[in-house]
């Protein structure tokens, strides 16, 4: 079962190596990111990216509803990852004391950190009207997404991706 589900992430892993190759701009490359999660993995209604900037998130490139622009880092499902600098997996967002409401129809949540050199750069996420939508299976999926968009940026030093971060401001 674990086996055949991590299967759903050796595509996008792939098809992300070719959405982003050659292409510095780290919002375009956000934007194409999402796009691809939203678009492949079953069962989501919204999958878009936050940044920091100062102590807050700032809302970057998404699929979905509109969503919050602003949330403060140690709040909600994404600030408590970017605060922890940790995955945070919500089987049900009835549960989780602080859970910010974008869309109600969204009922677990998968929030990964983009943790660079020990800066906390921003945060991917990800909504589901399915209870207990996400699993260990698609939080390591999603966490070696996160690493790859990462490590492409790393090829280019000024990129303004490195700029963003809670500790600066
Ligand atoms: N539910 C999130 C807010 C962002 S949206 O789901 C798009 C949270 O509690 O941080």
């Known amino acids: 079962m674990t086996a055949d589900k991590s299967g759903?992430?050796?595509?996008?892993?792939?098809?992300l190596a070719a959405l982003l190759a050659g292409e510095p701009d780290p919002i375009a490359n956000a934007a194409n990111t999402v796009a691809l999660i939203y678009h492949?993995?079953?069962?989501?209604?919204?999958?878009?990216?936050?940044?920091?900037?100062?102590?807050?998130?700032v809302l970057g490139p998404f699929q979905g509803k509109p969503a919050c622009a602003?949330?403060?880092?140690?709040?909600?499902?994404?600030?408590?990852?970017?605060?922890?600098?940790?995955?945070?997996?919500?089987?049900d967002v009835?549960?989780?004391?602080?859970?910010?409401t974008c869309?109600?129809?969204?009922?677990?949540?998968?929030?990964?950190?983009?943790?660079e050199a020990g800066r906390v750069l921003g945060v991917l996420d990800l909504d589901s009207p399915l209870r207990a939508r996400f699993d260990?299976?698609?939080q390591a999926g999603c966490e070696r997404l996160v690493a790859q968009f990462l490590e492409h940026h790393r090829q280019y030093p000024s990129c303004r991706l490195?700029?963003?971060?809670?500790d600066q401001k």
């Open 70 to 91: 602003r949330i403060a880092i140690g709040k909600g499902v994404c600030g408590t990852a970017a605060a922890r600098a940790a995955t945070v997996l919500v089987p």
């Open 94 to 100: 009835h549960d989780f004391s602080g859970h910010i």
């Open 40 to 57: 492949t993995l079953p069962d989501l209604n919204w999958a878009g990216f936050y940044f920091c900037d100062g102590p807050e998130l």
């Open 103 to 115: 869309d109600p129809d969204s009922r677990s949540e998968l929030a990964v950190p983009l943790v």
């Open 162 to 166: 490195w700029r963003n971060s809670g």
């Open 8 to 15: 759903l992430y050796r595509d996008p892993s792939r098809q």
């Open 136 to 138: 260990e299976v698609d």
